[in-house]
């Protein structure tokens, strides 16, 4: 018998994710898929691209990539070809969110997760401040 609830409602009442030791070769391709995304958005004419490191802090993802595009069809043209590049290179899941026309695609890439977005809708939701790494740091007592 299956227990009550959701998926993230028994994720929350697990507790936080123990961090998973990665063996060199995992981290190598990590690296590589993190190169080929920024160097893509880059290739795209994507703004700001900022790479946060959630390494034991998030069980989703170990990276978080941050992008910012012109307008729609930029940004679901820098998707398309993200997902096109991550495929070639043998990545076997890469899910799309939102390309049909919004200020905000999110890319599922696995241990990677890519969120682009038009300046506006970054300035609002601002997942930058929500995990940046300077949250990590206690504040100084005064």
């Given at each position: 018998?299956?227990?009550?609830?959701?998926?993230?409602?028994k994720?929350?009442?697990a507790?936080?994710?123990?961090?998973?030791?990665?063996?060199?070769?995992?981290t190598?391709?990590?690296?590589?898929?993190?190169?080929?995304?920024?160097?893509?958005?880059?290739d795209n004419?994507?703004?700001?691209?900022?790479?946060?490191?959630?390494t034991?802090?998030?069980?989703?993802?170990?990276?978080?990539?941050?992008?910012?595009?012109?307008?729609?069809?930029?940004?679901?043209?820098?998707?398309?070809?993200?997902?096109?590049?991550?495929?070639?290179?043998?990545?076997?899941?890469?899910?799309?969110?939102?390309?049909?026309?919004?200020?905000?695609?999110?890319?599922?890439?696995?241990?990677?997760?890519?969120h682009?977005?038009?300046?506006?809708?970054?300035?609002?939701?601002?997942?930058?401040?929500?995990?940046?790494?300077?949250?990590?740091?206690?504040?100084?007592?005064?």
């Open positions: 018998m299956k227990a009550p609830g959701t998926p993230r409602k994720a929350a009442v507790g936080p994710a123990k961090a998973v030791k990665r063996e060199p070769a995992e190598s391709l990590l690296e590589k898929y993190l190169s080929i995304i920024t160097e893509s958005i880059a004419k994507g703004e700001d691209i900022v790479v946060l490191d959630l034991g802090r998030a069980a989703f993802a170990d990276r978080m990539v941050i992008a910012t595009g012109l307008a729609d069809r930029q940004i679901a043209a820098m998707a398309a070809h993200i997902e096109r590049k991550l495929g070639d290179a043998g990545s076997k899941r890469v899910l799309i969110e939102g390309a049909s026309g919004s200020d905000w695609v999110l890319i599922d890439a696995g241990d990677i997760v890519v682009l977005f038009k300046a506006e809708a970054r300035a609002m939701y601002g997942l930058e401040r929500m995990w940046g790494a300077e949250l990590d740091v206690p504040p100084a007592e005064g």
